[in-house]
């Protein structure tokens, strides 16, 4: 397990900065934590079951909530705060976030939605 040495919420910018002991540091902007959640409202029970997130260009975090020693919850300000973030899932979103923005927008585009650009 990867466990983080920082966690820094930057509100203004919506972004999350993750630290770790060997050096690798990822700056995850709250909508990609937030289109990725592993909740299964959104992650659903399966590969295949992932609900694509709509609007959420100006998604912010309101809270970390510390679960246990192996993760956080994230409660964000348009109400979710369900998904659980285990360490070793937010490392693998840091190590796989070029790859995951790019499936995401693609997933917007064939869906016909249109990004806003955040406020």
Known sequence: MSVPTELNLHRQ????????????RFTFPCEYLRVYSP??????HGPDQRVLQL???DVGIDRIEPVG????????????????YSWDYLRRLGEE?????RDYLD?????????????
């Open 13 to 24: 910018s919506r972004v999350l900065e993750v630290a770790y002991e060997d050096g690798e």
């Open 39 to 44: 909740s299964a409202e959104v992650a659903g």
């Open 55 to 57: 609007g959420k260009e």
């Open 69 to 84: 020693n192996y993760a956080v919850c994230l409660h964000f300000d348009d109400g979710h705060n369900t998904g659980i």
């Open 97 to 101: 976030q070029e790859q995951r923005w």
């Open 107 to 119: 997933e917007l585009a064939a869906a016909g939605h249109v990004r806003k650009r955040p406020s």
